[in-house]
């Protein structure tokens, strides 16, 4: 693939960690992905009814819900101290490693408490900011769809190869609206085959995948926690992620900053939206 500039982005070096460290936390998030998704499927089955009971305020200030607490505790139990861990319900924990597991135990909430076939968890593997993240993944926990990409190695879903659309002769553009939504998204509304879905990494991930051609949340409302695992798999599909200025989007790993995020397939849908 030859590469446009707009889609160039920082190839950070592993620096002292080994191809075998590297391939030990990529095991271990796909060990995270498995148990958040068996521990979600049991309580949905006991439990569906409390899955929307609010618990606590999450280190993301926040309200956490019993769905968002048993994904986590079920990702952090597997864990244990072989990595740092930055999640948005318990915040940053630093176990003195070189990395850090980047988590969102459920992103879609909204979606899984009413029942909603449509929410994932997002686990990435970064050092300090989501431009040097080498390994990120994101499965649908309904589905058991997976997606995940490793730096300069491609992206895949369920073990195939990916690549964002090129062209696509009625674009499909998924919108962030409701409270989320700006003058901008309202306004393509209004022109555009739209989808608004509820659940970040995985929209992004469709993006990736081909299914559509761009997303977009307009406000600076997300954290790095819901996309990091989802910019890698777009990044390695072909596509680029941008702030809704249009600005190639980086984010340090913490809870505090936020972004609006423009992911798109290509340059032309990119174009085409300005």
Not at 62 to 87: C, F, H, M, P, Y
Not at 135 to 142: A, D, Q
């Amino acid at each position: 693939m030859t590469a446009h500039p707009i889609y160039l982005y920082i190839s950070m070096s592993l620096r002292t960690h080994t191809m075998a460290d590297i391939e030990s936390l990529k095991s271990l998030a796909r060990e995270v992905a498995d148990a958040v998704q068996r521990q979600v499927r049991q309580e949905h089955a006991a439990h569906f009814s409390t899955f929307g009971q609010e618990i606590c305020m999450g280190a993301d200030g926040t309200v956490t819900q019993r769905i968002d607490k048993v994904a986590e505790e079920a990702a952090l139990e597997v864990i244990g101290q072989e990595v740092n861990v930055l999640s948005e319900e318990a915040g940053f924990i630093d176990n003195g490693r070189d990395y850090t597991l980047v988590l969102d135990p459920v992103d879609g909430t909204r979606n899984a408490v009413n029942g909603i076939p449509f929410y994932c968890t997002s686990i990435a593997i970064g050092r300090e900011r989501l431009s040097d993240v080498v390994y990120g993944l994101v499965r649908n926990l309904p589905t058991g769809d997976t997606y995940w990409a490793e730096k300069e190695q491609g992206a895949y879903l369920n073990g195939c190869p990916i690549r964002a659309h090129a062209a696509r002769q009625v674009p499909i553009y998924i919108l962030v609206l409701g409270d989320s939504g700006n003058e901008t998204t309202y306004r393509m509304a209004d022109r555009h085959n739209i989808r608004s879905l509820g659940a970040a990494a995985l929209e992004i991930c469709l993006v990736a995948a081909g299914a559509a051609d761009l997303y977009l949340q307009g406000k600076d409302h997300l954290r790095v926690t819901d996309i990091a695992a989802s910019t890698l798999i777009l990044r390695e599909a072909g596509g680029e992620v941008f702030d809704a200025r249009g600005k190639v989007l980086d984010m340090s790993l913490n809870l505090e900053e936020r972004s609006s995020v423009l992911a798109a397939a290509t340059p032309a849908v990119l174009e085409a939206i300005r």
